[in-house]
């Protein structure tokens, strides 16, 4: 069965903990396909094949060998062929993404990994704060978004459940990286012919939280204003 | 680390999904300590050094020694030195619990195993449900509760985020567990002089999911009457 893995909570970027508390390396140790963002949520990651790629909120790409380098916030998975299902996906969009977990996949976490050209695709890059760190909600009030047309890729994305909204963003949270490694960001928009890859379904979600990390064990949860902050932050589940 | 292991989600007992989809065998095989409930939610379950007590809503305590029971929802964790705090609770009562945790843990899953003599222990048990089920909230409508005075047991119990509530019930939730095994249930009130044992923060949550069960795949999540459900049927967060 497989296992999602997840690194802290978007409640606690929220709440402003936007400082790494993982390492690039510590995270490899738990899948070789995945997202995130790096310290200071210093733009948008996208973990293929192993090797971790961040775009900055300047428009570049940088490949991150520093086993070292920290993150806030991750997600990866394992991808192997014994657990994803081959799919291919026509007339692709955010929308089609939707209808693609519609078949009795909405309790639980599910990951793709699609490939192809896309006519267009259109993503927005988080700036990297200083401390002291704003919340999230105020980090990416303004957030540069960058769009290409005819350009081949991967999406690598998670689709979460409404019921786990807060821990993480509802609903499906995708990256997209270039074959040249030239453009990425994190996806509001696309649309593409005919993608191909593989769709997994997780039977185990497995949270590791940062309990030795001082601010993570005192951040006060604001449940109140968390889910329309979140939608606000992220785009998130309405 | 030590990691909680969490079979199913509240909100799916929540929807009704009271039938077992994990056996007693495969639940031991990720702790020996825990709490749940039995297929059909019938009664409360506790888990003590690896062995299976169910207290029924007839005011009796059942050995389960079949491994291959099922559950629809439970607990547990790998009770051990290497990552339990030895502690002391002084004048123990259901509010001193929310004492235990208000040391910096109230945003991680933590455990308790208090041991000693009560002056007094108020449980409850949910009665067993047949098929079609309804919701847990219908079930829970009515449910025995039972009392003793001057009884020596064991408490075992998770404390859970307000963020996770839905997944869980925030808050803590407490079985307790008779030195003579005669007596147990979901602890709603106790109070004893001192009681001595360990608790457990977890930086790791896993959270296995029934995704090959039709009805938990394809049950309907109601965010919206969700919360104040499980506060009426389980005496939760608020």
Redesign the interface.
């Known amino acids: 069965m497989a296992t999602i893995y997840q690194h802290s ?1 978007l ?2 970027l929220m709440a402003g903990l936007l400082g790494g508390t993982t390492t690039v390396g510590e995270l490899l140790t738990h899948g070789n396909t995945g997202i995130g963002t790096m310290h200071g949520v210093d733009g948008e990651v996208i973990i293929l094949n192993g090797q971790v790629y961040q775009a900055t909120a300047d428009g570049q790409v940088h490949h991150i060998t520093d086993k070292t380098a920290t993150l806030p916030f991750a997600t990866l998975h394992q991808e192997e062929a014994a657990t994803a299902t081959p799919i291919t996906v026509q007339d692709a969009t955010m929308q089609t993404m939707n209808m693609v977990n519609e078949q ?2 909405t ?2 976490f599910s990951s793709i990994v699609l490939q192809g050209t896309f006519e267009h695709v259109q993503v927005r890059v988080a700036p990297k704060a200083t401390e002291p760190f704003p919340s999230l909600l105020d980090l990416t009030e303004q957030q540069p978004i960058f769009e290409k047309n005819d350009i081949a890729g991967t999406l690598v994305g998670y689709y979460s ?4 909204h ?2 993480v963003a509802a609903g499906w949270h995708i990256h997209f990286l270039s074959d040249d490694r030239q453009f990425a960001g994190h996806v509001l928009a696309f649309n593409a012919q005919t993608l191909t890859g593989t769709l997994t ?12 990390n ?1 601010a ?4 006060e ?1 604001d ?1 109140t204003n ?1 889910s329309a902050g979140i939608t606000a932050a992220e785009g998130g589940a309405e």
Do not use: C, K, S, W
């Not at 039977?203 to 030795?212: C, K, V």
């Open positions: 909570t409640a606690a009795h996949l309790n639980n459940p409404a019921l786990y807060g821990v379904a997780f039977a185990d979600y497995q949270l590791h939280l940062p309990i030795d001082v993570f064990r005192e951040h949860l449940m968390l």
